[in-house]
């Protein structure tokens, strides 16, 4: 998971450069499971900073969750500002 801040989409600009960097990772990354031999199926996700491929069946580990847990709280707290 990574903070997301709606920007473009909110505003109805252009997109930055880091937007457009970061949707050609992530097509990249695609690109990558499904030329493999065999293809591969699932998400395609930042972790630790490098993108990673999540398959449908496997469960994040519960440090992922934990953490996504304690930023979800966080997220809740700061909203109320």
């Not at 970061?22 to 990249?28: I, K, M």
């Not at 630790?48 to 440090?63: E, I, K, M, N, V």
């Amino acid at each position: 998971m990574r903070l997301c801040v709606l920007g473009h989409i909110q505003r109805g600009g252009p997109p930055t450069a880091y937007d457009r960097l970061l949707a050609a990772h992530y097509a990249e990354a695609a690109w990558d499971a499904l030329a493999a031999d065999p293809p591969r199926s699932g998400v395609i996700g930042l972790r630790y900073g490098r993108f990673a491929l999540q398959r449908f069946g496997d469960t994040p580990s519960t440090d992922l969750q934990s953490s996504a847990l304690k930023d979800y709280h966080l997220q809740k707290v700061l909203s109320r500002w």
